[in-house]
């Protein structure tokens, strides 16, 4: 199943000479329950609601669908001239350094008129500091 979340807007498009239809490649791992992949679908969401301009869509390295590729190619069929890949990843081990730099490679041979950024994982920042901090003093799971 393909899925693209975008809000509709009231507002007319702001134009600019050096203006870019940006698509947001949100990209987790995967996994064979739906229940883990519906939490990328509820990111793309809130994301796009905040984005309204922006394409968002998700993808992921293996086991779900889309893949990178498929998603990759449907942001460009659609309309995008810039791609960014960003991954919903905490830390840069392989799948999210090499592995999506690969997918980049692919994608940006396939299409070279498309400007591809693969942007780096959750990792260090200070606002995830503070999610693992409400976790901690919230109620546990059953």
């Not at 299409?111 to 693969?118: A, N, R, S």
């Not at 260090?124 to 500091?129: E, G, K, P, S, T």
Request: proline content about 7%; overall charge negative.
């Amino acid at each position: 199943m393909v899925r693209q979340f975008r809000r509709s807007t009231n507002h007319p498009p702001l134009l600019s000479v050096h203006s870019m239809t940006t698509a947001i490649l949100l990209i987790a791992h995967g996994s064979r329950l739906d229940t883990a992949n519906r939490d990328l679908d509820w990111l793309a969401e809130s994301l796009a609601q905040r984005r309204p301009d922006d394409q968002v869509r998700t993808a992921y390295l293996e086991i779900a669908e889309p893949d990178i590729q498929t998603a990759g190619t449907q942001c460009v069929e659609q309309g995008a001239d810039r791609v960014l890949l960003v991954p919903f990843f905490l830390s840069p081990g392989r799948h999210a350094t090499r592995h999506l730099a690969e997918h980049r490679d692919r994608l940006a041979n396939r299409f070279p008129d498309v400007h591809w950024e693969l942007k780096p994982p959750l990792g260090r920042h200070d606002n995830l500091v503070q999610v693992i901090e409400d976790r901690v003093d919230g109620p546990g799971v059953a």
